[in-house]
């Protein structure tokens, strides 16, 4: 994180910035919050979104009650260098209301959701999700069931109706999520190489 508090106009807003915190993998927005110029260097030094309450009068740095903290990922300000936009992990419910969004319709990528889902099946195991079975089956099984659902979305694609091609698609998704997760991969991987071959 390269950004400098010197860059920033701090005065436009009374010494406040807004601050706008946005979840990295889903790219749903979290929540919005203010910080002054000592809340952007603890959260500089620290890596977990610090704010300035208004009405507590301090910095308030997100979980530090609750533990639901905000890893920071990337920061950056906008045009006019009055707002930021903080990327970050949230490490449980960003809302009071333990839901994930302080905004309840904030649209995300489910499809990143999932990619999350199946990298937590890969690391604890729990018993009885069909994932953790595939994972204890190792690579060549989830890659034979890729296989088939490839085979299987294809011949839905000429011979079935639109239904039976998305719930093919869907299988043959979150399938290939799994193979990816089982060679340390995960679907940002993917997206970064399709966008590095875009700007090509």
């Known amino acids: 994180m390269s950004l400098e508090p010197e860059q920033l ?9 807004p601050v706008i ?3 990295a993998s889903t ?5 919005l919050g203010y910080m002054n110029r000592e809340a952007l260097e603890a959260t500089l030094a620290s890596g977990r979104v610090t704010f300035y309450s208004r009405s507590k009068q301090r910095l308030w740095t997100k979980g530090e009650s609750s533990g639901h903290v905000l890893e920071v990922r990337a920061i950056e300000a906008d045009c006019d260098n009055d707002t930021l936009l903080v990327q970050a992990v949230p ?22 959701e999932l990619d999350a889902l199946v990298a937590r099946r890969e690391r604890e195991r729990p018993a009885g999700s069909y994932t953790t079975r595939l994972f204890e089956e190792g690579v060549r099984r989830i890659a034979q069931k890729v296989g088939e659902e490839g085979v299987e979305t294809a011949l839905a694609a000429v011979a079935q109706d639109e239904a039976a091609l998305l719930g093919e698609s869907a299988d043959l998704l979150y399938h290939l999520l799994v193979l990816l997760r089982s060679r ?14 875009h700007s090509a």
């Open 9 to 17: 106009d701090w005065n436009k807003g009374d010494g406040l910035l």
């Open 21 to 23: 915190v946005q979840d």
């Open 27 to 31: 790219r749903r927005v979290l929540m």
């Open 91 to 112: 490490h449980g419910p960003t809302c009071h209301l333990q839901r994930a969004s302080c905004f309840a319709e904030a649209p995300g990528s489910f499809l990143a």
């Open 184 to 197: 340390g991969l995960g679907l940002a991987d993917v997206e970064a190489l399709l966008a590095a071959r």
